[in-house]
C-alpha cells in the first residue's frame, strides 16, 4: 500500500512539473504575442502619422507651408520621443548651412546657432554619408570613431547624446538634411524607424520645393506685371479664335475704360471704333497671319473711356501663354503724329492656371514584382483602391503611361538589383482616364540578415510643380516678348542707374551687343556718348526717379546709321510694396518722325494759307444742312459776296444759303445731294445776292468729305465769280442757236432748190434731146440733094462742128449740175433723216457693204479681207452708207502698179470702237489730209476717175451725227488708212 502511494507521488510530480513547463512556455508565448501587437500597433500608428502628414500639405496655403513644416518636426519629434528637430538647408551660393526649421520638446533648448550658419568643411564625415545618401543613425555620440571627430566634438558640444541625419534630396541633389537628437537619454534607432523617417523626409523635400517653386513664380509674376503695367503703351492678350480680350495692363485697361471683372466678355471689335463687316473682315485676316507665325503691323483708330476717338500703331504677335496660342497687341498712341483726335484701344489678359491638387503614396513591392503594401493615398492620386494595386501584377506598371513604361519599368528592376535613386519623372493615367505626372525615388528593402526583401518606392504628384515650372517658364517668354516686342527704347534699372536689361528696340540704336551694356552706369552708355549735356540731364533725371518720381523730357540719340534722332525719353519708379523704389524703367520713343512732320505740317499749312489767300473767290468747309453753314471760310468771300469770314462763319450774321437766289435753291440742294452721295466731285452754275443787293453768277465744285467709318462730316470745296464768263456764254449759245438756225436753213434752201432745179434741168436735158433729132434730120433734108453744093457744104460744117458740139456741151453740162445737185440732195438728207441707233452686228453690216459694192470691186479685181468685227451703237443705214462710201473710194483710187487690196479691221478702246479701212491705193499728198473731207474736195479734179467730192464729206457728217471721229493716215504712192471712231454697245 505504502509501495503504491509512493508510486502515484512521484507520478503526480511528473506531471506537476510537466505542466509547469507548459504554463511557463504559455506565459512566454502571451509575451511574445503581447510584443508583436504593441510592435504591430505602433508600425500602423506611424503609418497614419505619415499620412496625416502628407496630408498636411495637401492644398496647404503657400503662406502656411513653413508653420506646416515645423509642425511635421514636432509631430515626428513626439512620436518617438525625441528632444529636437531641424531642418537643415543649403544656402544659395552652396557653402554653407542654415537651420531653416526647428522644433525643441519641452524643456530643451534650440540651437543656439540657428540664425547663423553651418560650415559644411568642418563636418567632412557627415558630408560624406548625407552625398552618399545614407541616413545616419548614431546611437551614442561619444563612441564615434577618429573619422568623425570634428562631428563628435560639435554634437557634444550641443550635449546631444544620440541623432539620426535623413538627406534632404531635392532633384536629385542634395540640398540639406532632415535631423533629430536626444539630449536627455541615449535612443536607439532601428532600420524600421530610418525607412519611416526616411519617407517623411520626402515629403517635407517636396513641401520645401512646390514652395521654393512657387516662390520663384511669385517673384516672375511680380516682375512681370510691374514692366506689364509700367510699359505706357497699351497691352493686350486675346483669344485667337474667339477674338475675346484676356488680358490688358493697367495703361490699357484706364485708358479704355475697361472692366476687369467682365474683361473676357469683351470683343476686340468692341474697341476698335469702325464696327463695319469690312472691319471685321480685316481684324479675322490678321489673326490669320498671326497664326501662321506673322507679325502684323497695322494703325487703326479707337475709342477711350470717354467715347474719344484716336489712332494706335498695332504690332500683333502670336506668343504662347499659359499653354495656348494667343495673340499680343501692343498698342502705341500715335495720335500727335498722325494730328487727329483718335484714341488707341486694346488690351492684354494674362491666364493663371490653377495647379492640379498632387497626393502622394508608398509603395513596397516584393521580389517578384506585386505589391505587398501601398498606403490609402494611392485612390486619391490614381483612382484605384488599395486592394485593386494588391491584385495588380508588375505594380505600378499598368497605370504608368505606354511611353514611360519601359523606363518606369527598368528604373524599379534596377531597385530589385540593389541600387537606389530619386526624382524619376513619368505619366500616371488615372483610372478616370487623366494624366497625371509623378516623381519617384526608390531603394532595396534588405533584412537583418543583408538578404533583399523587395524595394520601397516613394511616388509623388508634381503635376503642381510641373505646372509651377511651365508657367514660370511662360511668364519668362511673356515677359521678354513684351519687352522685346515694344517698340520704343524700354530697359531696366536699379535705382541707382545700373543696367539690368534692356530690349532689342535700345540696342538697335547703337552698334553694341547685349552683354556691352549689363552692369553698366546708365548715363555711361552708349546712348548718351554724343553730349555731356544730354549725359548730366540723364544722371540727374535717374537720382529724382530714384527718389519716386517720374521725369519725362525730349532729348537726341545718334543711331547707328549716324543720323541723329529726337526721343521721348523717360525714368519711372518701381515700387515694392513697402513703397520702396526697387527698380527703375527707362523708356524712350523716337519721335524724329513726328518733328519731320510737324516741321512739314507748319510749311504746309504756310503754303496752304498763302495759296488760299491769292486763290480768287472763296474756298470753304460747310456742313451738310440747308444753311450751307460754313465752318471755314477764306478771305475771298468779302470780294465775292459782300460779306467777311466772321460774319459767314456758324451763320454769325449770315447764312450762305440765304445768299443762293431763290429760284435756285433747290437746283443747288439737289446737284449737291447726288454728288455727295456718289461720293463723287460735283460742279455747279447758279446765281448768288451779294450783301449789296447785286444779283452774280458763281460757278462751284464741291465734295463731301467722309471719315474712316463712311460718315459725311463736311463738304469741301471752291466757288468762284463767273458773272462775266456767263454772260460771255450767254452771247456764244445765242451765236451757236442763231447758227444752227442758219444753217438749217441753209439745208432747206439747198435741198428744196435742187429739187427745184431739177425740173428745169430735165426740161434742158428733153429739149437737148430734141435738138438732136432736129439736127440729124435737118442732115438728111440737106442730103437729099435740091440744094447746092457750097451751100451744103456750108450747113454740114455748121450742123456737125458747131451746132452737135454745142448741143454736146449742153448735156454734158446738163449731166454735171445733175451729178451735183444728187450728191447735194443726199448731203442733205444726211442731215436731215431721223436716227434708230441700235447694236449692231459689223460682220453681217460690211458683208452687205462689199455685196453692194461687188461690181465695183469686181471691175478692179480688188481683194478684200474683213477680220472679226466688235459690235458698235448707231443707225444701221447711215453707218452702211459711211463705209459705202469708204470702199468706194478704195476701190476708185487703186495703184496701176500693183494688185488691189483692201482690209477691214476693228478693236475696243476704253468705251469706244475703232474701224479702220486700209488700202494699197495710190494714197495722198499730205497737204490734202486737211482737206479731204471738205465738201466738192477732190485729190484729182481733172482725173478720170469720176465723182462730185461729197463721199468723205458725207462720211464726216454720218460719224460726227454718232459723236463718233473719222481720220485719214496715208502715204502717196503707198496706199491709206481711213480710222473711224463709234460708241461701244
Not at 336 to 362: C, G, P
Not at 467 to 483: D, G, P, W, Y
Amino acid at each position: 500500500m505504502k509501495e503504491d502511494n509512493a508510486g502515484t507521488i512521484i507520478k503526480l510530480k511528473s506531471h506537476i512539473k510537466v505542466l509547469q513547463q507548459r504554463i511557463s512556455e504559455l506565459e512566454k508565448a502571451d509575451a511574445l504575442h503581447e510584443q508583436s501587437m504593441r510592435a504591430l500597433n505602433r508600425r500602423r500608428e506611424l503609418g497614419q502619422l505619415i499620412t496625416s502628414i502628407s496630408k498636411q500639405f495637401i492644398n496647404l496655403p503657400f503662406e502656411e507651408v513653413d508653420q506646416g513644416l515645423e509642425k511635421a518636426l514636432e509631430r515626428i519629434g513626439l512620436f518617438f520621443g525625441l528632444d529636437r528637430g531641424y531642418i537643415c538647408l543649403f544656402t544659395c551660393e552652396g557653402d554653407s548651412l542654415e537651420i531653416a526649421h526647428c522644433w525643441n520638446n519641452k524643456g530643451i533648448s534650440c540651437f543656439e546657432e540657428k540664425s547663423q550658419k553651418l560650415q559644411p568643411d568642418r563636418l567632412p564625415w557627415l558630408m560624406r554619408q548625407l552625398h552618399s545618401n545614407e541616413i545616419v543613425k548614431v546611437h551614442n555620440v561619444e563612441v564615434l570613431g577618429p573619422n568623425a571627430s570634428a562631428e563628435k566634438d560639435f554634437w557634444l558640444s550641443h550635449s546631444i547624446r544620440s541623432l539620426v541625419y535623413i538627406p534632404l534630396v531635392l532633384r536629385n541633389e542634395l540640398a540639406g538634411f532632415v535631423g533629430f537628437d536626444c539630449v536627455r537619454e541615449e535612443r536607439r534607432f532601428d532600420e524600421e524607424t530610418g525607412v519611416m523617417l526616411s519617407i517623411v523626409s520626402e515629403i517635407l523635400a517636396n513641401a520645401i520645393d512646390s514652395k521654393r517653386i512657387e516662390t520663384a513664380r511669385r517673384e516672375s509674376e511680380a516682375n512681370y506685371s510691374s514692366i506689364f503695367n509700367a510699359v505706357e503703351d497699351l497691352i493686350l492678350v486675346h483669344d485667337l479664335e474667339t477674338t475675346c480680350i484676356i488680358d490688358a495692363n493697367d495703361n490699357a485697361i484706364d485708358r479704355l475704360g475697361l472692366d476687369r471683372q467682365t474683361l473676357g466678355e469683351t470683343r476686340l471689335k468692341e474697341v476698335i471704333a469702325d464696327r463695319s463687316e469690312s472691319s471685321d473682315e480685316k481684324i479675322k485676316d490678321n489673326l490669320t497671319k498671326v497664326r501662321a507665325g506673322e507679325t502684323v503691323r497695322s494703325e487703326i483708330v479707337l475709342k477711350d473711356k470717354n467715347n474719344r476717338q484716336f489712332w494706335g500703331e498695332v504690332s500683333l504677335k502670336k506668343a504662347f501663354i499659359q499653354g495656348a496660342e494667343r495673340a499680343v497687341a501692343v498698342i502705341r498712341d500715335i495720335s500727335e503724329r498722325k494730328r487727329v483726335n483718335l484714341a488707341l484701344y486694346m488690351s492684354e489678359q494674362r491666364f493663371r492656371a490653377i495647379a492640379d491638387h498632387t497626393y502622394d503614396w508608398e509603395i513596397w513591392g516584393s521580389p517578384g514584382g506585386r505589391c505587398m503594401w501601398t498606403n490609402p493615398a494611392v485612390e486619391r492620386v490614381t483612382g484605384y483602391t488599395v486592394q485593386e494595386c494588391m491584385a495588380m501584377k508588375e505594380f505600378p506598371k499598368p497605370f504608368v503611361v505606354d511611353e514611360d513604361k519601359d523606363r518606369v519599368y527598368n528604373t524599379f528592376a534596377s531597385a530589385m538589383e540593389g541600387h537606389s535613386g530619386d526624382n524619376l519623372e513619368f505619366r500616371i493615367e488615372r483610372k478616370d482616364g487623366r494624366i497625371i505626372w509623378g516623381a519617384a525615388s526608390w531603394t532595396p528593402i534588405y533584412d537583418k540578415k543583408g538578404v533583399q526583401q523587395g524595394y520601397r518606392a516613394s511616388i509623388r504628384d508634381i503635376t503642381k510643380q510641373k505646372t509651377a515650372e511651365e508657367e514660370l517658364k511662360k511668364s519668362e517668354a511673356r515677359f521678354r516678348a513684351v519687352f522685346d516686342q515694344a517698340y520704343q527704347f524700354m530697359g531696366l534699372l536699379t535705382p541707382e542707374g545700373t543696367m539690368l536689361d534692356v530690349n532689342s528696340s535700345a540696342l538697335e540704336v547703337t552698334s553694341k551687343n547685349r552683354d556691352d551694356v549689363i552692369g553698366e552706369t546708365f548715363w555711361k552708355t552708349p546712348w548718351w556718348s554724343h553730349s555731356q549735356e544730354e549725359r548730366s540731364r540723364v544722371r540727374d533725371s535717374i537720382v529724382r526717379a530714384g527718389q519716386g518720381e517720374s521725369v519725362r523730357f525730349e532729348t537726341t540719340n545718334w543711331k547707328a546709321d549716324g543720323n541723329l534722332a529726337y526721343i521721348d525719353f523717360s525714368i519711372k519708379p518701381i515700387r515694392n510694396e513697402a513703397g520702396e523704389v526697387v527698380m527703375l524703367i527707362p523708356e524712350g520713343r523716337d519721335i524724329t518722325e513726328r518733328k519731320k512732320i510737324e516741321r512739314a505740317l507748319k510749311e504746309s499749312q504756310r503754303r496752304l494759307s498763302t495759296l488760299i489767300s491769292n486763290l480768287p473767290g472763296m474756298v470753304y468747309r460747310c456742313r451738310n444742312d440747308h444753311d450751307w453753314t460754313m465752318e471755314f471760310v477764306s478771305d475771298g468771300c468779302k470780294a465775292l459776296t459782300g460779306y467777311t469770314a466772321s460774319e459767314l462763319t456758324l451763320n454769325a450774321s449770315m447764312e450762305y444759303g440765304k445768299l443762293i437766289h431763290e429760284e435756285d435753291r433747290d437746283f443747288v440742294w439737289e446737284e449737291a445731294q447726288k454728288g455727295i452721295n456718289s461720293r463723287k466731285a460735283f460742279r455747279l452754275k447758279y446765281r448768288i445776292v451779294r450783301k449789296d443787293g447785286e444779283v452774280r453768277w458763281v460757278w462751284e465744285q464741291g465734295r463731301g468729305v467722309f471719315n474712316e467709318y463712311n460718315e459725311l462730316v463736311g463738304v469741301e470745296g471752291v466757288i468762284s465769280d463767273v458773272t462775266e464768263q456767263h454772260e460771255v456764254e450767254i452771247e456764244r449759245e445765242e451765236l451757236l442757236r442763231s447758227l444752227s438756225e442758219k444753217n438749217d436753213e441753209l439745208e432747206s434752201v439747198i435741198y428744196v432748190s435742187s429739187h427745184d432745179l431739177r425740173a428745169p434741168l430735165v426740161n434742158i436735158e428733153g429739149f437737148s434731146g430734141e435738138l438732136s433729132n432736129s439736127i440729124d434730120q435737118f442732115r438728111e433734108i440737106i442730103d437729099s440733094g435740091g440744094v447746092p453744093e457750097d451751100t451744103r457744104a456750108r450747113l454740114l460744117e455748121m450742123l456737125d462742128e458747131d451746132i452737135s458740139e454745142s448741143v454736146g456741151f449742153i448735156k454734158s453740162s446738163t449731166r454735171k449740175i445733175d451729178n451735183l445737185l444728187r450728191g447735194l440732195t443726199r448731203l442733205c438728207r444726211v442731215g436731215r433723216l431721223d436716227m434708230h441707233p441700235r447694236k449692231l452686228d459689223m460682220n453681217k453690216l460690211m458683208k452687205n457693204v462689199l455685196a453692194s459694192e461687188s461690181e465695183q470691186l469686181d471691175a478692179v479685181h480688188s481683194q478684200v479681207e474683213v477680220d472679226d468685227l466688235p459690235p458698235c451703237r448707231g443707225d444701221a443705214d447711215q453707218i452702211a452708207e459711211a463705209f459705202a462710201d469708204i470702199i468706194d473710194n478704195a476701190a476708185k483710187y487703186v495703184s496701176p502698179e500693183r494688185e488691189s487690196k483692201i482690209r477691214v479691221t476693228g478693236w475696243r478702246d476704253n468705251g469706244t470702237v475703232t474701224y479702220c479701212v486700209e488700202d494699197n491705193g495710190v494714197g495722198i499728198h499730205y497737204s490734202q489730209k486737211e482737206t479731204i473731207f471738205e465738201i466738192f474736195h477732190r485729190i484729182d479734179p481733172e482725173g478720170n476717175v469720176k465723182g462730185q467730192g461729197l463721199g468723205l464729206t458725207i462720211v464726216k457728217r454720218i460719224v460726227n451725227r454718232h459723236g463718233g471721229k473719222v481720220w485719214i493716215e496715208s502715204l502717196e504712192g503707198m496706199g491709206s488708212k481711213v480710222f473711224v471712231k463709234l460708241p461701244n454697245v
